[in-house]
T-cell receptor, first 115, second 114 residues
């Protein structure tokens, strides 16, 4: 396990369809984050989990978005009834919290294109 | 919530010159400030970070400075090399809230001309 894995790397979907992305964090990491990044912008926070508990959700996460992290391992992010504005790179990151270590490890992302 | 502003949006330097990228933040509760480097088509990677209890941190050719009073922090890259070309993002969060969700700046595209 050498990093954070995301699947798929690319997804093209028609407007109105549902999509689901998967993130496998570094195995010993207890925190998992989802971010969205549009072209030319920095990543925007969507939600985060500590173990299996979803501790915070951004207001960017409308009711069409849902995220889960069953058993505190991998996570899924589902977007229902996709809209063209959902087109973006969806980044997952994980971290292990201890004194002196605060940085994230990001995955390579899932690029979503809604047509 | 936190708001992080970053400038310049683009920066072109000659190989061997220094590059400085600046960020300001709005939330006085923020106390952790990382910098990420993102090469084209790749994941953001942490290059250096600083906590608010120190004013400066250095790691080889890169350094970060923090001015808590003015709420700004900067990334300094010395002796730039073509492989330093990338987009750099600053970010801020509060370790005390336990959330550690980062608020990112909008990025600086650095081009190092050989």
């Amino acid at each position: 396990d050498t990093g954070v894995s995301q699947d798929p790397r690319h997804k093209i979907t028609k407007r109105g369809q549902n999509v689901t992305f998967r993130c496998d964090p570094i195995s010993e990491h207890n925190r998992l984050y989802w971010y969205r990044q549009t072209l030319g912008q920095g990543p925007e926070f969507l939600t985060y989990f500590q173990n299996e508990a979803q501790l915070e959700k951004s207001r960017l996460l409308s009711d069409r978005f849902s995220a889960e992290r069953p058993k505190g391992s991998f996570s899924t992010l589902e977007i229902q009834r996709t809209e063209q504005g959902d087109s973006a790179m969806y980044l997952c990151a994980s971290s292990l919290v201890f004194e002196g270590n605060y940085g994230y490890t990001f995955g390579s992302g899932t690029r979503l294109t809604v047509v | 919530g936190e708001n992080v502003e970053q400038h310049p949006s683009t920066l072109s330097v000659q190989e061997g010159d220094s590059a400085v990228i600046k960020c300001t933040y709005s939330d006085s509760a923020s106390n952790y400030f990382p910098w990420y480097k993102q090469e084209l088509g790749k994941r953001p990677q942490l290059i250096i970070d600083i906590r608010s209890n120190v004013g400066e941190k250095k790691d080889q050719r890169i350094a970060v400075t923090l001015n808590k009073t003015a709420k700004h922090f900067s990334l300094h890259i010395t002796e730039t090399q073509p492989e330093d070309s990338a987009v750099y993002f600053c970010a801020a969060s509060s370790l005390d809230t336990g959330r550690r969700a980062l608020t990112f700046g909008s990025g600086t595209r650095l081009q190092v001309q050989p």
